[in-house]
């Protein structure tokens, strides 16, 4: 993947190989953002999950969504005078996660497309709707809230 796609992401998240679901940013508006992730037949986690028949863990769709989401307020926090846009030295932490719908595999060599949408804000918690889609049919959708904290 080159550099230059994962550099922004890298600029404004905490998150990092292995642990960085996110290949480039797709699109982005005010309160809306898509990125785009290609899961390699190397990834560890496909040696357990499950050998024979690798599948991505709904689990880790549900973390890419979000890591999205915390680069969509990343990106959110730029555009306002107070910020740099970096969530560098702040923890975006999962607040809350509701009405998940899982609606197809990912497998090896699937790219999936992530978009995530800015719903509303509430005191220091920010609700989302991400949505996950791959060849243009749905993955997953569901309604997540997290807190951005400061990093002691």
Known sequence: MPENHL???LDRI???PPFLFLDEIREYEPGRLV???TFR???PF??????GF???PGVLLCEATMQAGALLLAKMFEEEAAGDGSLLGKMPVVAKMGEVRFKQMI???DTIRIEV????KMTSIYFLHGKVTCDEKMVLQFEFACKVEEKN
């Open 35 to 37: 990125c785009l992730k």
């Open 41 to 43: 037949e190397d990834e």
């Open 117 to 120: 949408k800015f719903k509303e």
């Open 54 to 56: 690798p599948l991505v």
């Open 7 to 9: 550099q922004p992401i």
């Open 14 to 16: 905490p998150h990092r």
């Open 46 to 51: 496909f040696q357990g999950h499950y050998p």
């Open 107 to 109: 497998r090896p060599g």
